[in-house]
């Protein structure tokens, strides 16, 4: 029994640590581009295509099964603008005149 519960927290201790180069790895890119498309990579992950200056990009591994405020899979649409600056967790859409603002979508929170 003891080296049950040893086992139980040493893989609570590694799963805490496990999100966080994923979101240190978030929080060090930034991107900003008109949404092409987008595609499920596999159950609740998903990757969006961005174009900016005829540049593409692909930001994957996006979070499909999230809370309302980090649900960007399901709102975003081909000719939204995307923007996240370097540092930051917080994406915002552009569509037509409107403004939403989303926290990154991690799974693994």
Not at 37 to 61: A, H, L, M, Q
Not at 79 to 98: P, W
């Amino acid at each position: 029994m003891k080296y049950i519960k040893i086992l139980v927290i040493v893989c609570l201790i590694a799963s805490f640590y496990s999100c966080r180069p994923d979101i240190l790895s978030i929080k060090s890119i930034a991107f900003r581009g008109s949404v092409l498309s987008k595609y499920e990579d596999e159950p609740c992950f998903g990757s969006i295509i961005i174009v900016n200056d005829e540049k593409v990009d692909t930001i994957k591994s996006i979070c499909s099964c999230t809370p309302a405020n980090k649900n960007i899979w399901d709102y975003v649409v081909p000719g939204d603008m995307m923007y996240k600056d370097k540092g930051s967790l917080t994406i915002r859409i552009v569509r037509k005149n409107s403004l939403k603002r989303f926290d990154y979508p991690s799974c693994y929170q």
